[in-house]
């Protein structure tokens, strides 16, 4: 027995199981959310690398699994990195149901969950990159069910991540028979040079992003809000690993100035463009970007600060108020689909009906849903007491003390985003004050949105309550940094 | 010959979804939508517009060419040419349309231009399988996003 097995095979097997018994929608959706907890649970219960005595027996518990001669290495330091992975499945998982995510969502999603964990553990990591664009290749039923309609936004996805794992294949080998001393100037060069446009391509970095808005737009919003949380965050921490294999990488002088540059533009641009936006969904789309070039900040300040005071901590704990403002996000979304498709007497109506002038005074009549949604949607945009806002003030407070400027750009991006928030209320709010209130949502909706909109407020509230525990995540990351 | 089998299985899944297709007729062009099968014959002034860019593309990879041994000095120059003329078409073929079948072919012409200059520095049999893989895969998913496009999954 060995943590791979556990954490790589076993999802892979019950995905393909679920994949078989995908008629019985219930049994796929109960059985896979209790696997999901169940490994997460393991992540925090199993001692990897000891023993584990059940009553008088006391069986070997590896942290390694050799595969045609390459090696998957989990062991008790990436405990919190299963953790992120396994319990953010079973929060998605959860509230698949009530999002009619589809049927494949489930086995689908454990699949990823497990080939994440696989890359992120594979050695030599350069199989990591594989690993990616296979995640890439099976999320793509995920996100565009059988029999719905592959928009643009799906092609795009394909092609930009198709495109940026041969650049990471080849940093890889470039670097990879220089362990950890520096190799000479030319191949350092083009080593950076591979690497930024993997990454580039990888994250959706502008001008790398138009996928994500028309993606936003066009697909089912919970499949997206899964993929928007799962995807970046195991891009980064593949690229956050591959910074502490190497640790020349991150002596250039301008991984820093990148890292702010790119990040910065990033919150800057997409909040600009959520300020003019008259789409639901891609409202949510340019939200993700803003995420997107927060947390190459949060990399930024972290990779610089070391010492005792860790910053990449708070890359980690802006994990859980993103999944939290994402799944509530894309739930609210999802009830103003089903809301329009009664409105506008259309079944097939989807998340490309979302437009301001198709939701206007969708606040008197699916209030719970209008309200979760602004919720979300000011809570990733930093406002005081919701659960974006203590880790955004540290940011912002970090960025302040690199440069005003980059400050301000910062705050500015932010801006945008929030006068997006108060235009997408404005739209859900009009109409005659003489329309009466309904509440048109179904009983699951209410339940998981105002149990979701209560813990944005309750977590905003209190951070301390899992900030601290989230920050410390960081110190399993970056061991070999200076 | 592993990778030859698998471009063999990927060209025939694209092929047969693509000919599954109904067949494009002016009444089908009516209610074809822009990913499905429009684009797919273009008019003569397109193929002259699609021979010229090619010729572009040609010229600078030609002219970037004798840089790149420098930095790879393990690969011929025929390698060098020939990966980065599969790398260039491709995009530029990625560049050109929106149509599921087309940009899965632009993305194998581009991983094929790669996988030529992959192959003469890591020589790995493993990853070579997995990169056959990868375009297996694309195959598969470009006939679904194929057949998903025009409601035939169902």
Known sequence: MSSPIVWIIFPGMVSVILLILQRSKMVVYISGTLVAVLLGGLAWLLPIGESISIVSISIPFGDTLVVLGRRFVLDANDRSMLLLIYMGLAFWLAGSWAAQAGRLFVPLGIAIAGLLTAALTVEPFLYAALILQVVVLVSIPLINPPGSHSGGGVVRYLTYQTLGFPFILFTGWLISGVDSTIPNVDQALLAYVMMGIGFWLLLGIIPFHTWIPLFAEQSHPYAAAFLFYELPLAIMLFGLGFLDSYPWLQDAAGLYTILEIAGAMMILIAGLFAAFQTHLGRMFGYAVLVEIGVSLIAVRLGLQSGGTENLLGLFFAILLPRALSYGVWALALVALIRYTSIDQNNLSANSTELTFRNIRGYGRRIPVAAFSLLLAHFSLAGLPLLVGFPVRLEIWRGTAQISVLLAGIVLAGYSGLVVGGIRSMAAMIAGSADNPWEINETRIEIILLVLGSFVLLLMGLLPQLFTPALAQMADFFLQNSP | ?154
């Open chain 2, 1 to 154: 010959m592993a990778k030859v089998i698998a471009g063999g299985i990927a060209a025939a899944v694209l092929w047969m979804a693509q000919s599954g297709l109904p067949e494009q007729t002016e009444e089908n062009d009516a209610l074809a939508t822009d990913t499905v099968t429009s684009a797919i014959r273009p008019h003569f002034s397109g193929w002259v517009f699609r021979i010229f860019a090619a010729s572009i593309v040609v010229m600078v990879v030609i002219s970037i060419a004798s840089a790149i041994p420098q930095w790879l000095p393990q690969l011929s120059d025929a390698q060098i040419l020939g990966s980065l003329v599969l790398i260039g078409i491709g995009l530029l073929q990625l560049g050109l349309t929106s149509n599921p079948f087309w940009v899965i072919l632009g993305l194998l012409t581009v991983l094929s231009g790669f996988e030529i200059l992959y192959a003469g520095v890591e020589l790995s049999a493993l990853v070579q399988g997995l990169l056959s893989g990868v375009n297996l895969g694309l195959g598969l998913v470009g006939a679904y996003l194929i057949l998903s496009a025009a409601g035939d999954m169902e």
